[in-house]
């Protein structure tokens, strides 16, 4: 009776034999068995020479084997990694013939599906690599041969990894495949005098092991070795150190390479070393930006392999190739891996080695359709059990169907099938495949634009284009990215949407000239036009912000990767918040090692959060507001993460910080909370030693040069320029006793300083300030004494008179100093925006507040009787639309604000913000209000000082009038 899980229980299907002799022949073998067993072995060898000859030479093993074959296989592993070295060659030949055997019955048989039969023939050859290069780098080590390496460095072959490439990585390998290998060395393990001799030993190991594995002896052979995978072949040896590997990646790597490394996987020698490889060259393979550029490179791939293998006629069956021909498993592999290379790099998701699972990961994130996917594997499946019974015929490493009817139908017998009923399945399942890659390959299913509709729209948006300056468009071609054929190839495609977009600018003259400073400013590469391509609202995007906000054009021409961001799915969400941002931003640090590899990483993270905060003000998504906020709390936590990594990096020499820490307390606009686009930072560093003298490092300092070099390194790594720019600009002026003084003070030199030394003007700014960072040990508990102290002093200075002479006098000299306010100069002048937050502070300061914004100063002055509610809402008005004025120019320009300057859309943006009809309405406007909240201030401070409700001041000490701010 058959045991239900035996193998002879598991037959699901048989072939049929082509040549009944060797069937007979084959059946004769094996006497004991009947029934399904019988119909697989009779079929089997009337269709196969080369298993009819393993089943006569194996006939005792493969008895006992189809019994138990998981088993089996297992076994015969197991009894391999005890053989020893001098007939390892013989007994990897036996196993990889009784390994053929049993992976072929199964196969033919249905016992295994498709990812059974090749993950046991990659098993089989993981192991039999490992083994050989395992004993080749011992007989190095025996000889003496390998420097400073010792018996126990076999187990991990002296440092050297073998990376399984193509399907021998994916765990998916042919029947009679070759296995694709990259064989490199960890140089790490040796010392820089052991070198080369070390490097010339492993060289020897890996020719020997591929000897092993490859020559052809009386046992017959294992698997034929290919190293031509490895960087530049025909000048490196066969086993290179990762360093030189990493270096050639990171230089000169090429597509084709990206996409052989989806499936690349550490399968023999030192795995953790290999593992490690991949890992870092992880960033070539898997960009951070959506790789839109790829799917071109595959489709020259795709031309250049029908061109050389001449693959590229009509589906013809005879002779036709399974793999590379039309609706082939490349055409399949290629479907997939270039979708991965386009998404895998945001992605981790999508990054599966193996085709099906890869198909459906992609479905599932909406990159393929369901039934797209779905049909693609059940013919990857199929294709894939065709080409294995091509291979099975005379353990040939093929994929061409057999040129004659004769050769065609063995193959239909080898597969249970009659021949009619194969070639009509085969004609369809390769036409379907290559539909579907063409269609993928194709403009119209790149960029949804192949319809006679759009033809139409396209040809309407001609016919209303206006008379662009043909010398700008002229002279595109000269700029670095449009200089290679490729480029000019996609943007020819490209630029009648392009122009079209720029057309139904406000402005379009403008918006054309914004778009040709965009584009002189890329660098070379065609990725931005093929992110174009695929995503044609990107185009109507550039366009909007070329003819409104040309500051951010060049931001895009220098940072062309921000778009990534912007089909990624949630650039226009809400604004996360300061927790989310934090946890970001640190994750995103913690990942790199190197030092200048975090500062550039902060400047890239927060220059796109900084851009995306313009977006959402441009397309309305926020007002000025709101974006001011965003702005600032952006600019809080790239302090906040970015200040431990610099105390990190100086602890390295100088030790931690000593005491407490230090703390950075935002001034100004920071402090309050509310910044533009192109504010500077004003930040003042507060350290407590907490009575410890110095830093415990290897080179210790006293706390106070130790903290001095500390926010020197500070200032450095957020305003210096690197490749990504500068962070921000950081100005320490408002630190106590001005440039003269430290730049870094210490906690009680400051309370001292405020309690007895400070100006009252140096009060006033303290209403705005902010713990925004720190670093050291007590550094929150040094933050929260900071607040206290802060809420402590402006609860008992600021006595009404001291505070309004000096409000007085210091808009005096501002006024001096100025001279006529100019009609766009929201900033500064009598009633605008400096002039009234200088008055909230005052009201904070006498009313003993310690908020900080500007709202909360001005309803104190209403609560402490110093204005009315009429005036309130005079000032608060006057300094909303001023507040937008500024940060919408901000956006628009950096330079002096000017409406004729910023063209019709920025002025658009303008009035929306503000709520003018016309901008001659909005200088009018600007103009009355600003009047009216001077006129407030002007009358606040003829107030009688005893009219102002006060409690629990200290007396004043006599003004001072020579002040400067």
């Known amino acids: 009776m058959t045991e239900p899980n035996s193998f002879a229980a598991r037959i699901t299907r048989s072939p049929h034999a082509f040549d009944p002799a060797r069937g007979a022949e084959a059946r004769a073998l094996f006497p004991e068995f009947s029934g399904a067993v019988a119909e697989l072995i009779t079929g089997a060898g009337g269709c196969s020479p080369y298993l009819l000859g393993l089943m006569a030479r194996e006939r005792d093993w493969i008895a006992a084997a189809l019994e138990a074959p998981e088993a089996a296989l297992a076994a015969q592993a197991e009894a391999l990694r005890g053989v020893d070295a001098a007939q ?47 004993s080749a780098v011992g007989a190095e080590i025996k000889r003496g041969k390998l420097p400073g ?61 591929a000897a092993t594995l490859s020559e052809i002896t009386a046992e017959g052979y294992v698997f034929r070795t290919d190293l031509r995978l490895r960087p530049d072949p025909s000048v490196t040896p066969v086993c290179m150190s990762m360093e030189a590997a990493e270096r050639y990646y990171e230089s000169l790597g090429r597509t084709w390479e990206r996409a052989a490394y989806i499936k690349a996987r550490a399968c023999a020698g030192d795995i953790a070393a290999g593992e490690q490889f991949l890992h870092t060259i992880s960033p070539f393979v898997w960009r951070r930006h959506l790789d839109f550029a790829a799917i071109q490179d595959a489709h020259d791939m795709r031309l250049a392999i029908r061109e050389h293998k001449g693959t590229g006629g009509a589906i013809t069956l005879l002779g036709h190739d399974m793999k590379l021909g039309r609706g082939g498993i490349r055409e399949i592999e290629f479907f997939t891996q270039t979708r991965q290379l386009i998404a895998g790099g945001r992605d981790p998701d999508l990054r599966d080695r193996r085709t099906v699972p890869s198909l459906h990961a992609l479905a599932g994130k909406g990159w393929v359709p369901q039934d797209v996917a779905d049909t ?108 290679s054929a490729r480029a000019q190839e996609i943007f020819d495609e490209l630029s009648p949407q392009i122009l079209a977009c720029l057309a139904r600018a ?8 914004a778009f040709d400073g965009f584009l002189a400013g890329l660098p070379a590469g065609v990725q931005l036009f093929s992110l174009f391509k ?12 070329a003819g409104t906000a040309p500051e951010l054009a060049r931001y895009l021409s220098r ?26 931003l640190t994750a995103t640090l913690d990942v790199e090692q190197d030092y200048e590899a975090k500062l550039d990483t902060a400047r890239r993270w927060a220059k796109e959060w900084h851009f995306g905060i313009g977006v959402h003000l441009l397309r309305g998504l926020t007002d000025a507001a709101q974006a001011s906020e965003h702005y600032a709390e952006l600019a809080a936590t790239a302090l906040k993460a970015l200040f431990p990594h610099v105390a990190a990096e100086f602890a390295r020499k100088h030790g931690v910080p000593p005491g407490r820490g230090a703390c950075v307390l935002a001034m100004g606009s920071m402090g309050a909370g509310r910044l533009n686009s192109g504010s500077d930072l004003d930040v003042i560093v507060i350290y ?25 390194a500070l200032i450095t790594a957020v305003s210096a320029q690197m490749a990504g720019g500068r962070l921000y600009e950081i100005d320490m002026r408002l630190r106590p006793s001005g440039t003269q003084g430290p730049v870094a003070t210490s906690w009680q030199s400051f309370q001292n300083y405020q309690e007895g030394e400070a100006w009252t003007w140096e009060h006033l700014a303290l209403t705005r300030a902010r713990v925004v960072a720190g670093v050291g040990g007590g550094a929150a508990a040094l933050g929260a004494d900071i607040e206290a102290f802060r809420a402590c002093l402006i609860a008992h200075k600021g006595a009404a008179a001291e505070v309004l002479h000096e409000l007085a006098a210091m808009r005096a000299r501002i006024a001096a100093a100025k001279g006529q306010a100019d009609a766009w100069d929201v900033k500064i002048g009598a009633g605008r925006i400096q002039d009234i937050e200088l008055f909230a502070q005052a009201a904070l300061l006498m009313a ?30 006057s300094y909303r639309l001023c507040w937008t004025v500024r940060v919408v120019s901000k956006l628009l320009t950096e330079g002096r604000f000017d409406p004729e300057a910023i063209g019709r859309g920025g002025c658009a943006l303008l009035l929306r913000e503000t709520g003018q009809d016309d901008i001659a309405t909005l200088s009018a406007a600007v103009v009355e209000q600003t009047g009216a909240a001077a006129a407030v201030i002007d009358a606040a401070l003829a107030v009688d000082p005893a009219r102002i409700r006060q409690s629990g001041k200290e007396p004043a000490r006599p003004p001072r009038d020579e002040e400067t701010t």
């Open 88 to 134: 390892l060659p013989n007994a990897l030949r036996q196993a990889k013939r009784r390994a053929a055997l049993l992976t072929g019955l199964a196969d033919l048989g249905g016992v295994w599906c498709l990812e059974e039969v090749t993950g046991a023939l990659t098993d089989f050859a993981g192991l039999a690599a490992d083994l050989a290069i395992k």
């Open 149 to 209: 390496a010792t018996e126990d460095d076999i187990a991990t072959a002296g440092g050297i990894t073998l990376l399984a490439m193509g399907k021998m990585g994916a765990g998916e390998l042919n029947y009679s495949s070759d296995v694709d290998l990259i064989c490199l060395f960890d140089e790490s393990r040796y010392a820089p005098d052991d070198y080369h001799e070390a490097r010339a030993s492993l060289i020897r190991a890996t020719r020997k092991m």
């Open 376 to 483: 693609l594997a059940a013919h990857y499946r199929w294709h894939r059990e065709v080409e294995h019974r091509l291979q099975m015929v005379n353990d040939a490493q093929t994929h061409t169907l057999p040129p004659t009817e004769d050769g065609l139908a063995r193959i239909a017998a080898f597969m249970g099938r009659d021949l009619a009923g194969l070639k009509v399945e085969l004609t369809e399942r390769l036409g379907a495949v290559h539909e579907i890659a063409e269609q993928f390959f194709t403009q119209e299913s790149v960029t949804g634009n192949g319809s006679a509709a759009a033809v139409g729209r396209e040809e309407g948006e001609r016919r209303a284009m206006p008379a662009f300056d043909p010398e700008v468009i002229a002279r595109w071609r000269s700029y670095p990215a449009l200089r």
């Open 506 to 513: 406000a402005r379009p003259l403008e918006a054309l000239d």
């Open 534 to 545: 695929a995503n044609p609202q990107l185009i109507d995007l550039i366009a909007d912000i």
């Open 559 to 584: 940072n062309s990767g921000v778009f990534d961001a912007v089909i990624g799915g949630d650039f226009f969400a809400p604004w996360p918040g300061a927790e989310v941002l934090e946890a970001q």
């Open 688 to 712: 407590d030693a907490d009575g410890v003298e110095a830093s415990q490092g290897r080179k210790p300092l006293s706390a106070r040069p130790y903290y001095a070099r500390l926010t020197q």
């Open 848 to 877: 003993g507040d310690p908020a900080r914004d500007v709202f909360s100063g001005l309803a104190a002055a209403e609560a402490t009787g110093w204005i009315d509610a009429a005036a309130r809402a005079d000032l608060e008005k």
